[in-house]
Nanobody, 113 residues
Framework: QVQFVESGGGLVQPGGSLRLTCKISGNIFMFTDVAWFRQAPGNQREVVARIFRYGSSYYTDSAKGRFTISKDVAQNTVYLQMNSLTPEDTGVYYC???????WGQGTQVTVSS
């Protein structure tokens, strides 16, 4: 059973940075892409950034220019570098692939002064 383990969240001030890590307990190449999602309080889970099998990436407008998604295929790990954080970035961050597998626990990101 493939599992996703997210880590790296925390409390950060506006303008700060965090690097999230998604460890996949399986071969990352089983997925056509892997994405980071955010679930803000009271909202549905939504995609933030996506990285495709051969390296191209996609960002939502709010993430573009501030976030960078990357991966280490040897470690079956996907990262999300988040800079210039704002309170609107607050939420639980999850990763998952395509095809979708069971969701992990996520990692909480709180941006507050």
């Amino acid at each position: 059973q493939v599992q996703f383990v997210e880590s790296g969240g925390g409390l950060v001030q506006p303008g700060g940075s965090l690097r999230l890590t998604c460890k996949i307990s399986g071969n990352i190449f089983m997925f056509t892409d892997v994405a980071w999602f955010r679930q803000a309080p009271g909202n549905q889970r939504e995609v933030v950034a996506r990285i495709f099998r051969y390296g191209s990436s996609y960002y939502t407008d709010s993430a573009k220019g501030r976030f960078t998604i990357s991966k280490d295929v040897a470690q079956n790990t996907v990262y999300l570098q988040m800079n210039s954080l704002t309170p609107e970035d607050t939420g639980v961050y999850y990763c998952n692939g395509n095809p979708e597998k069971p969701w992990g626990q996520g990692t909480q990101v709180t941006v507050s002064s």
